[in-house]
C-alpha cells in the first residue's frame, strides 16, 4: 500500500477524505496533521481526532500545525461547516490523543521513516505542507506526490476568481508549486462532479454502521448549508475526491499543465491558473485533474466506509 500523510482542517468533507483513506487497502494512512481553515486550528484538530474515533481508529498519529496561513488572517468557513466545524451530529469526546509534534515535525519524521517515498493528501489551505518543505527540503525527495484539493480549472467559490482552500492561503499554495515536488491539483471543476443527491446518502445510510450514521448526519447539515449558501441543490463532498485521485488514481483524470497562483490580483487573490491550453508556451509544474469517474467514485468511498467501524 501507498504510504499516506493527510493533512486537512475537518470540516465535513475533510471527515469523508479521511475515511476514504482509512478504509482503503490500497492506502496506508500513516499520519493526520491538521491547520486552521475551515475553522480555527482548536476544532480542526479536536474534528480529525473525533473523525478517526468515531471509525474505530486509534493507530494514527494526529499533529496539529499552522493556526493560519504564511502571511494574512485566518478566513474561515462557518456558515458551511458550522461553529466548531462538524455541525450536524453531536460530538463524543475524542478517543485519540493529539501528538505532542507539529505538523510539519511529524510529516518529516513519517518520511525519514518510510520504505518507500509518502504521498501526501492535502485537503485544506496548504500552510503545513509549505512550512514542512521549507524547514526540511532535503526531504523533498522522500515525497512521491501531493495531491491537493483545491482551487479550480474554471470558477471560484470564496471569491469569483478563488476557491476557498487557496484563497485563504495562496503564498502557501506559490511555494508549494516552486518546490519541484509533484504536485496534482484536484479543484472545484471536478469536485463540483461529486455531489450528494438523494442516492448517495440513501447508499451511505444503509451501511448501518456507526461511521456511516455519523456521516449521514454530517451529509444533512453540509447539504443543507450548501443549498442556502450556493443554491446547490446537492452538495459537493469536495475533499475525498482528492483522497480517491490517490486510493484509485484511474477514476480521475488529469493533465500537465503550467500552474500559478495569484497573490496579488485586485479582485482575484487566490484564483489558479491552469495553462490549459499552453498559451503561456512553458514546461508543466503540476497536473490539474479535469474528469471525474462518478459512480467509480461512490463505490469507492461506500466500500472504504463500510470497512470501518
Ligand atoms: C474546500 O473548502 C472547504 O470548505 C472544504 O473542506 C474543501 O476543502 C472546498 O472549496
Ligand atoms: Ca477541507
Redesign the pocket.
Known amino acids: 500500500p501507498v504510504p499516506v500523510i493527510l493533512d486537512c ?1 475537518p ?4 471527515v469523508f477524505a479521511l475515511w476514504l483513506l482509512a478504509g482503503s487497502p490500497e492506502v496506508d494512512l500513516r499520519a493526520v496533521t491538521t491547520v486552521g ?2 475553522v480555527p486550528l482548536a476544532h480542526t484538530s479536536r474534528n480529525a481526532r473525533i473523525a478517526l474515533s468515531v471509525a474505530g481508529i486509534t493507530d494514527v498519529p494526529v499533529a496539529a500545525g499552522s493556526p493560519g496561513p504564511i502571511g494574512r488572517e485566518l478566513r474561515t ?1 462557518e456558515w ?2 458550522g461553529e466548531n466545524g462538524l455541525g450536524g451530529p453531536e460530538l463524543p469526546e475524542p478517543g485519540v490523543p493529539l501528538d505532542p509534534r507539529s505538523a510539519a515535525a511529524l510529516m518529516a519524521d513519517v518520511v525519514r521513516e518510510a520504505e518507500e517515498p509518502v504521498t501526501i493528501v492535502a ?2 489551505p496548504i500552510t503545513n505542507v509549505a512550512v514542512f518543505l521549507s524547514e526540511h527540503p532535503e526531504l523533498s525527495d522522500g515525497v512521491r506526490e501531493i495531491v491537493w ?2 482551487g479550480s480549472t474554471d470558477r471560484g ?2 471569491t469569483p476568481a478563488a ?3 487557496a484563497w485563504v492561503d495562496p503564498e502557501a499554495l506559490d511555494r508549494v508549486l516552486g518546490s519541484g515536488v509533484p504536485f496534482t491539483m484536484v479543484g ?1 471543476n471536478v ?1 463540483h462532479l461529486a455531489l450528494v443527491d438523494e442516492r448517495v446518502q440513501a447508499r451511505v445510510r444503509a451501511i448501518g454502521t456507526r461511521t456511516a450514521a455519523f456521516g449521514d448526519e454530517l451529509l444533512e447539515f453540509f447539504c443543507a448549508t450548501n443549498r442556502e449558501v450556493f443554491g446547490l441543490p446537492d452538495g459537493p463532498l ?2 475525498p475526491v482528492a483522497a480517491a485521485a490517490v486510493v484509485a488514481p484511474a477514476l480521475v483524470a488529469r493533465r500537465p499543465v503550467r500552474l500559478d497562483v495569484e497573490l496579488a490580483g485586485t479582485h482575484t487573490v487566490g484564483a489558479t491558473l491552469a495553462d490549459l491550453d499552453g498559451i503561456l508556451g512553458l514546461e508543466p509544474n503540476a497536473h490539474v485533474a479535469v474528469g471525474l469517474d462518478v459512480d467509480g467514485f461512490w463505490d469507492l468511498v461506500a466500500d472504504a466506509l463500510a470497512r470501518l467501524a
Open positions: 482542517d470540516g465535513h468533507d475533510d481553515g475551515n468557513a458551511i461547516h485537503t485544506g484539493m483545491g467559490n470564496a476557491e476557498f482552500n472545484l469536485t469536495h475533499d
